[in-house]
C-alpha cells in the first residue's frame, strides 16, 4: 500500500468554455511553481483533474501543506494505491478511512472497475470494504445519497486506488489567468488583503510603497517586504517597487493648506503609479481603501484623487468592513505584520483636521502654482524595485 499522488479538483475554471485549457495551462504552471524546490514531484494535468505524484514521503506532506494557498483549485485528495488482490484492499480501505480521524459520519463505498478481468464484480467489492471497514470502525453509519465519506475505489489494470479525504482548496482563478495589476501597498492592515482578492481572482501583481526617509525608517520598509513576500506565497512571483517619496510629501506640505495635504498627497502617490504603470504592462491601480474608514476614503475624496488618472483604480475592500477585513487579514496570516508599530509616511504627515469633503478646484488651484512633473519622474526614476519569488521550504514552514 502507497500513497504517492494527490488528486486535484479544479475550481471556477472548469466552466469557463474556450478558454480551459489556457486556464489548466496556467495552473499547472502555478503549481510547478509553488513546488519548484522539490526535486521528485511530477505534475500532469487533464482536462478534468491533475494530478502531483512524488515517491518522497516528505515531499508529498509538503504538497499537501501548501496546496491550499494555490488559487484555482476547488479541493484535493491524497491518493492510496495498493495491489490487485481482496485482502490488500480490506487493508488500505481501513487505513484510508482511518486518516479522516473523526469516523462517526455517514458513509459509502462507491467503486468503479475498468479493469474487467479483477475477479471480483463492482457489488461484491462494495460489500466485502464496507463490511470491513463497519467493523473497523462501529460509528459509521451507512447513507448512499451525499454521505459525509465516500471512499472511492478505482480497480484498474496496475493497481487499486483509494481516496476518501477531500481537503479544501483556495477556489479562485489561477494567478495570472486575469492579466496583471499595481496594488498600492502600504504597511497598513487594509492594503495587503485588497491584494489578495486580486490574486485570488486571477490577478498577477506588482506592488508599489511610498517611503519617506528620514520620516519613516527602515523598520517600515521591512513591514512592507514581509508583506510583500507574504503575497508572493498566493501565487506567482511580485515585484516591489519602493518610491522615495519625501521631496514630492515635503512639497505638497509647502504648497497646500494643511486640511488638503492629504488629498493632494494621495493624487500625487497615483501621478507616480501611473508612471510605474506604464512601465510595467500593469492594467489597473488597486488600493485598500473602504469608504468612510478614514477622511481621505469619502466618495467626494476619492472623486478629487482619482481625477489625476484615467486609469481604472480598483477597491476590493470598499464595502466592507473593518471586522471583516481583520478577519481575512488573520485567516491570510498578514494580521501580525501589519500590525507592527511601525508607521508609513501618511501616518506621520497626517494633518489634524483633514478635510473630508475636498473641493477638486480647490487642490487643483493650490497644486498649480508649482509643476510637479518633475519630481514625480525623479521618484519615479530612483525607486528600488525588489522581487519576490516564493521562498524556499524552511523559510515557507516559518511564516506558516
Ligand atoms: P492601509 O491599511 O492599506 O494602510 P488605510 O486604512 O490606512 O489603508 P489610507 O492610509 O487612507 O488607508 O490609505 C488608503 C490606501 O492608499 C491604502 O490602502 C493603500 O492602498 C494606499 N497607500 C497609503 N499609503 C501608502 C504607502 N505609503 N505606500 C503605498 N500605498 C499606500
Ligand atoms: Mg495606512
Sequence with gaps: MKTNQILVRYGELSTKGKNRSSFIGRLRDNVRQTFSDLEQIHIKAERDRMFI?????????????RLP?????????????CELNIEAMKKTAEAVIAKIGDTEKSFKVSVKRPFKEFPYEKPEIMKELSSHVLRAFPDLKVQ???????????????????????????????????????????????????????????????????FSPPFTNDRAKEKVFDLAERLSQFGSSVKLHVIPFTKLQQEVHKQ???????????????????????ETNCRAIVTGESLGQVASQTLESMQAINAVTHTPVLRPLIAMDKLEIIDIAQQIETYDISIRPFEDCCTIFTPANPKTKPKLEKVEYYENFVSFDELIEEAVAEREIIKFPRPKVNQFEDLL
Design 53 to 65: 505524484t512524488s515517491d518522497d514521503e516528505q515531499e508529498l506532506a509538503q504538497v499537501i501543506e
Design 256 to 278: 497646500v493648506p494643511d486640511n488638503i495635504t492629504m488629498t493632494s498627497t494621495r493624487r500625487m502617490m497615483m501621478r507616480v503609479a501611473d508612471l510605474v504603470l506604464a
Design 144 to 210: 448512499m445519497k451525499d454521505p459525509e465519506i465516500d471512499l472511492k475505489v478505482e480497480v484498474r489494470k496496475e493497481a487499486v486506488y483509494m481516496m476518501a479525504e477531500v481537503i479544501q482548496g483556495a477556489g479562485g482563478l489561477p494567478v495570472g489567468a486575469g492579466g496583471k495589476a499595481l496594488l498600492m501597498l502600504s504597511g497598513g492592515l487594509d492594503s495587503p488583503v485588497a491584494g489578495y482578492h486580486m490574486l485570488k481572482r486571477g490577478v498577477r501583481l506588482d506592488l508599489i510603497h511610498f
Design 69 to 81: 494557498y494555490v488559487f484555482g483549485i476547488q479541493s484535493f485528495s491524497p491518493v492510496t494505491a
